[in-house]
């Protein structure tokens, strides 16, 4: 149990450590709207990877992996609203002086927070992360639990 716990965290770590799309999109947040808004994407984010674990563990992220047309699909969609947002960025630099007098800045977290937990739900990646890293460390922990091998550590 121990080899595999350690195993896991070394993967996770690597995962976590390795700048995506959503840590992209967490620092261009705060550096347009400052800690809270950062902090809001990140916890979209979060909100995200929840729904991919508990679609995992429902099966459905291994459905979505084994499917080609959905994988497909989820593909598209995901990189169609990175091009919405890198739009959106490029448009609001456009109009940098028009936005700071409209006071748009006061949604930015709640905005912030939705992009963060749409970026990471359309991120295909997600789904072949979660569908192959969690059920073996998960079938690992249960069988070992089952068959009392780990009582004694």
Same mark, same amino acid.
């Given at each position: 149990m121990i080899e595999g716990l350690v195993a896991f965290a070394a993967v996770s770590a690597i995962v976590i450590v390795t700048p995506g799309q959503d840590t992209a999109l967490t620092i261009r947040n705060s550096l347009l709207g400052g800690r809270g808004t950062g902090l809001a994407t990140a916890l979209g984010v979060a909100g995200g990877q &929840?729904?991919?674990? *508990?679609?995992? @563990? #429902?099966? *459905?992220? &291994? *459905?979505i992996v084994a499917s080609e047309p959905v994988f497909v699909a989820l593909k598209l969609v995901g990189a169609a609203y990175l091009v919405y947002l890198g739009v959106q960025s490029l448009l609001a630099a456009l109009r940098r002086r028009e936005r700071r007098h409209a006071g748009a800045a006061s949604a930015r977290p709640r /905005?912030?927070?939705?992009? $963060?937990? /749409? @970026? +990471? #739900? $359309? +991120?295909p990646k997600m789904a072949v992360f979660f569908s192959s890293l969690l059920p073996s460390s998960a079938a690992r922990s249960?069988?070992?639990? &089952?068959? $009392?091998c780990c009582s004694a550590a």
């Open positions: &929840a729904v991919w674990t *508990l679609a995992t @563990s #429902l099966g *459905l992220a &291994a *459905l /905005v912030a927070l939705r992009q $963060g937990a /749409v @970026s +990471n #739900l $359309g +991120n249960s069988s070992c639990s &089952a068959s $009392g």
